[in-house]
């Protein structure tokens, strides 16, 4: 089951297409005002609610969608507890859209900082425009979905990664070790489709973003 959930950040032109046969859709908090502007549906509506207006909650509850409201002093955030309700009803793909952008950098680090989850983490997706993010954990390879011309980005989370070899790629790396905190992974370019990334230790946040109008072969 493929779900998608919708936080308060910023959406941009096309975000919206994943929601595209989508099987779930679910609302976290200030991301069911975006949806219902779009004229999308509403599943559900998870989180404390304090950002969603009372009067389009009472709306969607009238409606059929489900609506779950935590306490405001809760362990979570909205977005994480949507993300939960996703896998919770059966979801082995969940595309997180309105992760990013936003007036609070915190919640856009820790929206990222979900993909690195053993749990949350290799179900999850973050789209936003052209880009795509996702992680790879130990010993496990990742294939690149975008096509030639496109940039990838590889970034340790928590600490080093090692064993990192990846195919299809301008820049490769060879069993090679990329630090923490370092930049050495950024823009890298794909070369041609079937693109990989192998990793050995750690945690690798892996972010694709198609270059419009590029066309090299």
Not at 124 to 151: H, M, N, Y
Request: proline share 4%.
């Amino acid at each position: 089951m493929r779900a998608v959930v919708v936080a308060s950040g910023d959406l941009v032109p096309g975000d919206l297409r994943h929601l595209d046969g989508a099987d779930l859709v679910i609302a976290a908090d200030g991301g069911a005002a975006a949806l219902e502007r779009a004229g999308c549906r509403i599943d559900r509506l998870v989180g404390d609610l304090d950002s969603a207006d009372p009067l389009l909650v009472e709306r969607l509850g009238r409606s059929g969608t489900e609506v779950t409201q935590y306490p405001a002093d809760k362990d979570a955030s909205d977005t994480e507890l949507a993300v939960e309700a996703a896998l919770d009803a059966g979801a082995s793909e969940v595309m997180l859209l309105g992760a990013l952008g936003g007036e609070r950098l915190d919640h856009e680090l820790a929206n990222v900082l979900l993909l690195a989850d053993p749990v949350l983490g290799p179900p999850l997706r973050i789209a936003r425009g052209t880009s795509l993010a996702r992680a790879v954990r130990d010993g496990r390879r990742l294939d690149i979905v975008a096509g030639p011309g496109s940039l990838v980005t590889l970034l340790p989370i928590g600490a080093e990664v090692t064993g990192i070899t990846t195919v299809g790629l301008r820049w490769t790396l060879e069993d090679a070790t990329l630090p923490m905190g370092r930049s050495r992974g950024l823009s890298n370019e794909v070369l041609e489709a079937g693109a990989s990334v192998q990793l050995g230790r750690g945690t690798l946040l892996v972010v694709e973003t198609i270059i419009e109008g590029v066309n090299r072969s």
